[in-house]
């Protein structure tokens, strides 16, 4: 915090400067998070189940070296 006092030129600017970064991070993340959950519409048009591509590949790989 020393650094940000000596950039602004008082503690109580740090501390504002602070938050206000703070809130635009997590409000930020927040969209981010919600996007990344709400998944790809192409991908739910094409009807594909992840259960059954998750099983799938696993039985492809069993059984093959890597490398």
Avoid: H
Avoid at 8 to 25: C, E, K, N, P, Y
Avoid at 28 to 52: D, F, R, T, Y
Wanted: aromatic share 8%; with cysteine.
């Amino acid at each position: 915090m020393l650094y940000v006092r000596e950039m602004v030129g008082d503690t109580r600017q740090g501390w504002a400067l602070l938050s206000a970064m703070t809130i635009i991070f997590v409000v930020m993340l927040s969209v981010c998070v919600w996007s990344e959950q709400a998944g790809n519409p192409a991908l739910n048009n094409m009807n594909i189940n992840q259960a059954a591509t998750t099983t799938q590949s696993a039985a492809t790989w069993k059984g093959k070296r890597c490398g």
